[in-house]
Nanobody, 125 residues
């Protein structure tokens, strides 16, 4: 059974940083991909960043490229999203998500198989 346990988030001023973590369990091989999505009020859920465990490729949405960094801690089975230079438009509920197989980009949210509980990120101006 694949499980994702997300943590982190909170309230920060514009220009600040936050770190999201997601503990991943249940995959039996490294042929899977893990990432982060977000959903702001009244908007569709959108992909933020994705990491392919198989070849450690990383992908970012254009709106966060250069500000967010995704990584994987093998010792802790945790995917981390470091968010720097945060903007008010980054405010949303952030979700950790995973799917079997290798991806070549950030899949549409309907293509993800497993989801963690959301965590709120609020950036004040």
């Amino acid at each position: 059974d694949v499980q994702l346990q997300a943590s982190g988030g909170g309230l920060v001023q514009a220009g600040g940083s936050l770190r999201l973590s997601c503990v991943v369990s249940g995959f039996t091989t490294n042929e899977h991909s893990i990432g982060w999505y977000r959903q702001a009020p009244g908007k569709e859920r959108e992909g933020v960043s994705m990491l392919s465990r198989f070849d450690v490729s990383t992908y970012y949405a254009g709106s966060v490229k250069g500000r967010f960094t995704i990584s994987y801690d093998n010792a802790k089975n945790t995917v981390v999203l470091q968010m720097d230079s945060l903007k008010p438009e980054d405010t949303a509920v952030y979700y950790c998500a995973a799917r079997a197989g290798v991806v070549a980009g950030i899949p549409y949210h309907a293509g993800m198989q497993y989801w963690g509980k959301g965590t709120q990120v609020t950036v004040s101006s």
